[in-house]
T-cell receptor, first 115, second 115 residues
Framework: EDQVTQSPEALRLQEGESSSLNCSYTVSGLRGLFWYRQDPGKGPEFLFTLYSAGEEKEKERLKATLTKKESFLHITAPKPEDSATYLC????????????????FGQGTILTVHP | KAGVTQTPRYLIKTRGQQVTLSCSPISGHRSVSWYQQTPGQGLQFLFE???????NKGNFPGRFSGRQFSNSRSEMNVSTLELGDSALYLC??????????????FGPGTRLTVL
């Protein structure tokens, strides 16, 4: 069974204090790893998709990286508006090599950035 | 492009009733997935529809069902509601897509409260 574990559960940073969020995963065959941001009372907002080990993607103050067992979301010089829950999810290949829509999510990391 | 829309946004029901939630995917997207989000269990996959056919299902009881129409709009139904069904129900859509476009985009969710 696919599993995703995120750490830490909660992270409090001062504005400008860089840090990383971790996502460890176990999946039979990785189709893709996804990062989402979720604000209270809203649906998850797509950030990145990573498909293979060694891949990196950046967007503003965020950078996502992928290895064969985990992914990191690096936040450089965060601002208070970066406060949110960050969710990691994996999508696996089916036995037939196809890929359907099931995402398995971690529990998320609640990030709070203080001014 | 307009995003994924879900109606209603909020719903209050009592135990034993049934409820129907609606989802309109992003224009051109043919796959619709449903997820349940609760504080204790996080985001859990319910089912996915593509071309009016359910092609993947999560571990939920038969009280949870869905369907997809020819215009890709989808509905999910929960019968005989239980207190534990209180949750944020999220819909996500994606194109069938090739490797680089296989990203799910989420709607704002329907907040269901069962009393």
């Amino acid at each position: 069974e696919d599993q995703v574990t995120q750490s830490p559960e909660a992270l409090r940073l001062q504005e400008g204090e860089s840090s990383s969020l971790n996502c460890s995963y176990t999946v039979s065959g990785l189709r893709g790893l996804f990062w989402y941001r979720q604000d209270p009372g809203k649906g998850p907002e797509f950030l990145f998709t990573l498909y293979s080990a060694g891949e990196e993607k950046e967007k503003e103050r965020l950078k996502a990286t992928l290895t064969k067992k985990e992914s990191f979301l690096h936040i450089t010089a965060p601002k208070p508006e970066d406060s949110a829950t960050y969710l990691c999810a994996v999508q696996a290949f089916n036995a037939g090599g196809t890929s359907y829509g099931k995402l398995t999510f971690g529990q998320g990391t609640i990030l709070t950035v203080h001014p | 492009k307009a995003g994924v829309t879900q109606t209603p946004r909020y719903l209050i029901k009592t135990r034993g009733q049934q409820v129907t939630l609606s989802c309109s995917p992003i224009s051109g997207h043919r796959s619709v997935s449903w997820y349940q989000q609760t504080p204790g269990q996080g985001l859990q996959f319910l089912f996915e529809y593509f071309s009016e056919t359910q092609r993947n299902k999560g571990n939920f009881p038969g009280r949870f069902s869905g369907r997809q129409f020819s215009n890709s709009r989808s509905e999910m139904n929960v019968s005989t509601l239980e207190l534990g069904d209180s949750a944020l129900y999220l819909c996500a859509s994606k194109t069938r897509g090739d490797l680089n476009t296989d990203t799910q985009y989420f709607g704002p969710g329907t907040r269901l409260t069962v009393l």
